[in-house]
């Protein structure tokens, strides 16, 4: 069985695709998502072998998405869209297939094979990967895109991971690893990744530590670790 | 007393050197006077001519013992009146030089006191004109009594300068009178007859003007319903009762189109165009003119013609000859140039309209040809993502999915509607209805509809496709585009005598277009405007994360509140 994951924002689409798809007896359906913020954090958490994922979504689409997830946690993708003007771009991107709604079951079997192809053959999808310049944030139950250039920093706990910026704290999906991979923030200790040019000063403590206070006077731990980098990245 | 008829009777000398002024180049800016000062060349000009007149004064003068009474200073008076100071004392210094050279009694005299005359009607020039009363220096009172005190002056300086004073005395006594009347006199006929010819030219311009603008309104108001056979007719008739010419004909590339006018036994609508003149208007594009005397006009059609003369103008379409608009004058009247000239700039004017006309035809078609673009544009995902949807409902829920379809069939149905049509708001919502069925179905429970419509709007008359594009985008670029539930409130009232339709949601996603995502609602806007002006049409609010509402405002119909 193919663990996987139906990503599409209209419940009858995702009905029809889990229809579709037990019919051909081949998947393990993990779950739906109905947008790009569930659809992270269900593949964080579930680690799907493959997605089925419209192009079309609120705020942030198909492709917003795969700019977003860790290449090692990365499943095969095929793209579902209503419409083929997304076509040539989802080859570009590298997909493994893509299907047009509706889904013709015998259309849905070719796409399957594919898939039991690449899982058998083992093959790495690899996606050009866009350096992120807005970070999608949840904010009292909206989603927002939050200007890169706004955030101090970025810290992760137990709860998840926590931006902190333009004097608001919200949360997002995207994992320390992503952020530090894929935009200009920079790592200064496990859990805290810092926006350098939000960097206000830099306090050496004992034992090799290190304390940075943000602009807004906020201050973050700088671990023994990292430190160097930072010295090196900021030439001091 | 004697002297004086004498003197009176050289004025009539002035006066024809006045009418004969009133016809020269230099005497058009004496209309203007009260604007605009005098360029140099008019002033040299102007120079020249009273010099003549005042040195001329001189030689009609009588002379009498050792002296001379004459009308010399009605030059240099009228020189500083009209020209102002420097030119009253240069024209009088001229005519006292030249006094001064014949000699007598009072050759010293004249020869200072000559251009003192000029200065003072100089003096009077700037005192009006700095009063702003720069119209009253044509005026024949002013000249009357400037040239009047300018005698006087005259007199007085005679016997202060001529010797012996015993001798001066006399003459003074002798001339004095006839020469302060008859000078005064000569000035304010000469003005006078400046002023009568500049009025009746102003009144024949106003004439001219009042009558082309007539013809043009009238013949503006047919083209406007084409140019064809019947309209055509009626323009010709009308050229031909304002301008009084013989007759007119108007021909479009091949025959004659309309004929109004003497020779109508033979010039009829239908014939095929005939005459060389024509032809040749149409062929070379330009305007050809056959006075009757250098080239003579005979008419193709018919030998005993009473036509003698013709002006072809062709008539333009974006620089491409349609027709020709001809002017004829029997053979016993003079073609006036005045109807030449006239004819010429009808042409031109109709010309320019017919430019205007299909320029607006063509902007209608390009309106129309959009408004088809966007109705196929919005189709493929629509109907995709909506078959999509009636398919998974079928699996649970045939009878939704039967009545979804009923919608998706009168959706499409109303879609085909000719675009130039007029619907009702009653039409507009039962087309919107069907689509709102279908995408909230598609998306569930994220989208709301909220109705609150006037129902004595309900038949509202608006062109077809005014309501669907701006609720499709409230929904394709608005609720679409937000994770969670969102509403659209679509409403229609009466407001300020208007009736205004609008359409919100609370998605918060309003950005100013940027590429085609306005078209729709842009075209919905041009349509709205074009039909009932610019009053009318589309405007939209917005507050960021909050809301978008796009208001339609239409004329209301009668009846109901306001």
């Known amino acids: ?236 | 007393m004697k002297l004086a008829f004498i003197l009176l009777q050289h004025l009539a000398f002035f006066l024809v050197v006045a009418y004969l002024f009133s016809k020269s180049p230099a005497f058009r800016p004496m209309v203007r006077l009260a604007e605009d000062p005098l360029g140099q060349r008019q002033k040299l000009f102007l120079y020249f001519i009273f010099a003549s007149i005042s040195i001329a004064g001189t030689y009609f003068g009588l002379s009498l013992e050792g002296g001379e009474a004459n009308t010399r200073a009605i030059g240099a008076v009228l020189a500083g009146l009209i020209g102002g100071p420097f030119l009253g004392t240069a024209v009088g210094l001229t005519s006292g030089l030249h006094s001064y050279t014949l000699g007598g009694l009072t050759a010293f005299a004249s020869g200072i006191s000559t251009p003192m005359e000029g200065l003072l009607g100089g003096l009077v020039h700037l005192h009006l004109v700095r009063r702003g009363q720069a119209g009253k220096v044509l005026n024949p009172g002013v000249a009357l009594f400037t040239t009047m005190a300018a005698e006087v002056l005259q007199m007085l300086v005679i016997l202060a300068l001529s010797r012996p004073f015993d001798e001066a005395l006399l003459l003074v006594k002798k001339i004095a009178l006839p020469m302060i009347l008859a000078n005064g006199a000569g000035s304010a006929l000469f003005l006078s007859l400046l002023r009568d010819l500049k009025g009746s030219r102003d009144k024949v311009g106003a004439k001219f003007t009042a009558q082309a603008l007539s013809i043009a309104d009238q013949l503006l108001a047919l083209l406007s319903k084409g140019f064809n056979q019947e309209t055509a007719q009626q323009m010709a008739e009308i050229i031909r009762r304002e301008t009084k010419v013989g007759a007119v004909g108007i021909t479009d590339r091949e025959k004659i189109l309309a004929f109004s006018g003497i020779g109508n036994d033979h010039h009829r609508a239908g014939i095929p165009i005939a005459a060389e003149q024509t032809k040749a208007a149409i062929r070379e594009n330009r305007v050809i003119y056959a006075d009757g005397k250098k080239d003579p006009y005979q008419c193709a059609l018919s030998d005993n013609c009473p036509l003698g003369s013709a002006l072809a103008v062709p008539l333009r379409r974006d620089q491409e000859v349609i027709g020709v608009i001809k002017l004829y004058e029997p053979r016993y009247q003079l073609f006036l140039n005045l109807n030449r000239s006239l004819g010429e700039g009808l042409a031109a004017l109709l010309s320019h309209q017919l430019l205007r006309s299909s320029y607006d035809e063509q902007k209608n078609l390009l309106v129309q040809a959009e408004l088809k673009l966007i109705q196929a544009q919005v189709n493929p995902h629509f109907l995709f993502n909506t078959l999509n949807t009636i398919i998974a409902v079928i699996r649970t829920d045939p009878d939704k999915a039967r009545e979804l379809l009923r919608h998706l069939s009168n959706f499409f149905r109303k879609n085909l509607k000719r675009s130039g049509d007029l619907a009702t708001l009653g039409e507009e919502l039962d087309h919107v209805r069907s689509y709102l069925e279908i995408e909230e179905a598609r998306f569930g429970d994220r989208l709301n509809v909220d109705f609150e419509i006037d129902e004595s709007l309900l038949g509202l008359v608006m062109p077809t496709f005014t309501l669907q594009p701006v609720i499709e985008n409230a929904i394709k670029h608005g609720l679409a585009e937000i994770i969670g539930a969102g509403t659209i409130y679509i409403r229609a009232r009466r407001e300020n005598g208007l009736a205004v339709i609008e359409v919100e949601d609370d998605a918060g996603t309003y950005q100013a277009p940027s590429d085609d995502s306005g078209l729709g609602m842009g075209i919905v806007d041009k349509r709205l405007k074009n039909q009932y002006g610019d009053t009318y049409g589309v405007n939209i609010e917005f507050s960021p994360g909050e809301w978008t509402r796009v208001s339609i405002r239409l004329p209301a119909p009668s009846g109901g509140r306001s």
Do not use: W
């Open chain 1, 1 to 236: 069985m193919i663990r996987t994951l139906i990503i599409d924002d209209e419940q009858h689409a995702r009905d029809e695709m889990a229809a579709l798809l037990a019919d051909t007896g081949e998947f393990e359906l993990l779950g739906t998502c109905a947008n790009a913020m569930e659809a992270i954090k269900a593949i964080n958490r579930d680690h799907p072998e493959v997605i089925f994922l419209d192009v079309n979504m609120p705020v942030l689409s198909g492709f917003d998405l795969l700019g977003m997830i860790d290449q090692e946690r990365m499943p095969y993708v095929i793209f579902v869209t209503a419409y083929d003007e997304y076509a040539l771009k989802a080859f570009e991107e590298k997909t493994l297939d893509y299907l047009l709604k509706p889904v013709e079951p015998d259309r849905l079997e070719m796409a399957v094979r594919k898939i039991k192809g690449a899982l058998e053959g083992g093959s790495q999808q690899s996606f050009e990967t866009h350096p992120l310049t807005r970070i999608p944030c949840v904010t009292a139950n909206r989603v927002r895109l939050v200007d890169l250039n706004q955030i101090e920093y970025v810290h992760s706990d137990l709860s998840g991971v926590h931006v902190v910026g333009g004097g608001t704290e919200s949360y997002t999906e995207l994992t320390l690893k992503i952020l530090e991979a894929r935009s200009s923030l920079t790592r200064c200790h496990r859990q805290y990744l810092v926006n350098p040019d939000q960097i206000d000063e830099i306090t050496l403590l004992e034992h090799g530590l290190a304390e940075i206070r943000t602009r807004s006077g906020r201050r973050l731990p700088v671990s023994r670790r990292y430190l160097k980098r930072l010295k090196d990245l900021l030439s001091f």
